[in-house]
């Protein structure tokens, strides 16, 4: 997770203004956990911590559903990010500049998608649910969600930058989850991304979460179908490429072909994968985080050959 120092982030601050809720948070680090096992713990009442996992809820931080378990339900818990970075305001010190810009998620160029699969708006599903042929409709460039259980879907990025401005990497952030029939949290898939057809990386996502509405989610879309994912981070420069800060492969910006004036960008489930558990991609109007697919170049301006 990215956050920086506008209002819109202090819930994240408060979230971590407690020893308490820094003590679920390494837990949940370790495993996924109901209520009274974090409640026995640490020592505290279950309503205590019901209270303290609300406001890591609402920050984003953790997610939280119901689920049936030994005879009864359980409200299971399990961390939503693997790391948050606070973004402060350029001082002007730095040499990088930065370009940022939004790319709806249904305005991919191509796909190849296996149901169970489908796409809507924050209003209504685009045709029926499980028909691939309802990615070519015409109004899936509106869609805010999508998903399918193998395949991919590829987009064609704008590379804006001009000629006097020198690439030094590229970050790239979106929610997804895994997408299992109906929800279901212990539904792992290996998604893997592809920048110019180079695989620069691959997550592995737990589940397909559900149970309750995502922070964004429209309020008719059912709590059975997916509600929320993961924000990830993925930023590839000359020393490798990363997701949420962790190194997950040896491909640099050199090695992706970047100057020309568009690139493509891959988000995959192979049915070859170890774990084929599809993908929900979520964009803004559903999910936890209200964005599409946001794309940050940060570059360094080239000196001008002195005048003779």
């Given amino acids: 997770m990215k956050i920086d120092l506008s209002e819109q982030w202090l819930p994240v601050y408060e979230a971590l203004a407690s020893s308490v809720r820094m003590k679920i948070i390494k837990l949940l680090a370790q495993r996924p956990m109901n209520i009274k096992e974090i409640a026995a713990a640490l020592d505290l009442s279950s309503s205590i911590i019901t209270m303290h996992v609300g406001k890591l809820e609402k920050a984003g931080i953790v997610t939280a559903e119901r689920v049936s378990g030994r005879g009864a339900v359980q409200k299971l818990c399990r ?8 973004e402060f305001p350029d001082s002007g010190g730095s040499p990088n500049k930065t ?9 991919y160029t191509d796909f190849s998608v296996a149901p169970t699969c489908g796409l809507a ?3 209504k599903i685009i045709g029926h649910f499980d028909e691939p042929r309802y990615f070519l409709d015409p109004q899936r460039v509106n869609c805010n969600i999508l998903w399918f259980a193998s395949g991919y879907v590829e987009y064609k990025v704008p590379n804006l930058l001009l000629k006097s401005q020198r690439l030094k990497a590229v970050e790239i952030s979106l929610e997804l989850g895994s997408e299992a ?4 949290c212990d539904w792992p898939s290996d998604i893997g991304f592809c920048l110019n057809g180079v695989k620069v990386g691959q997550w592995t996502c737990p589940g397909d979460f559900g149970g309750k509405h995502g922070r964004y989610t429209p309020g008719w879309w059912s709590p059975r179908i997916g ?3 993961f924000l990830k981070v993925i930023c590839i420069d000359e020393t490798g490429s990363y997701i949420d800060g962790d190194r997950v492969s040896d491909i640099t910006l050199s090695q992706l072909d970047l100057g020309g004036k568009q690139w493509t960008f891959r988000i ?3 049915l ?3 774990h084929c558990g599809g993908v929900t991609l979520f964009g803004a109007g559903f999910g936890n985080y209200n964005q599409d697919l946001l794309f940050k170049l940060f570059y360094e301006v080239l000196e001008e050959a002195p005048s003779r």
Avoid: D, K
């Fill in 99 to 107: 370009c940022e810009f939004s790319l709806p998620i249904g305005h």
């Fill in 181 to 184: 029939p109906g929800v279901n």
């Fill in 121 to 123: 708006t924050t209003e």
């Fill in 272 to 274: 070859e994968a170890e």
């Fill in 268 to 270: 995959e489930a192979p």
């Fill in 227 to 229: 509600q929320f994912g």
């Fill in 79 to 86: 961390l939503a990010v693997g790391a948050i970075e606070i």
